[in-house]
């Protein structure tokens, strides 16, 4: 969640100088969202972080692309286990 957050900031400074913050919102997001395979606990993790409901659009849009360019891989070791047993791949 750091390394993105930073990614997402620098490109934020270069790119948007204005609000750079919410790069690193998407940054964490994106980050979080890949990592444990889990977009929709990404998305409103970070929206409870912030109390900011307008997040819902381009955390949610950023988070699940993440999650499709991802694959099937996940830092959760029993996540991929329980996906097997239940017969999804």
Same mark, same amino acid.
């Given at each position: +969640?750091? #390394?993105?957050?930073?990614?997402?900031?620098?490109?934020? %400074?270069?790119?948007? =100088?204005?609000? =750079?913050?919410?790069?690193? %919102?998407?940054? #964490?997001?994106?980050?979080?969202?890949?990592?444990?395979?889990?977009?929709?606990?990404?998305?409103?993790?970070?929206?409870? +972080?912030?109390?900011?409901?307008?997040?819902? %659009?381009?955390?949610? #849009?950023?988070?699940?692309?993440?999650?499709?360019?991802?694959? =099937?891989?996940? #830092?959760?070791?029993? !996540?991929?286990?329980?996906?097997? !047993?239940?017969?999804?791949?």
């Amino acid at each position: +969640m750091i #390394i993105g957050g930073i990614i997402c900031g620098l490109y934020g %400074i270069v790119f948007y =100088p204005e609000n =750079p913050e919410l790069f690193v %919102i998407l940054g #964490i997001s994106v980050a979080l969202g890949a990592a444990t395979n889990n977009p929709i606990a990404a998305i409103f993790i970070i929206v409870e +972080m912030t109390w900011v409901p307008l997040l819902f %659009i381009p955390v949610g #849009i950023t988070t699940v692309a993440a999650y499709l360019i991802s694959g =099937p891989n996940s #830092i959760i070791p029993g !996540q991929f286990d329980v996906k097997k !047993q239940r017969g999804f791949y």
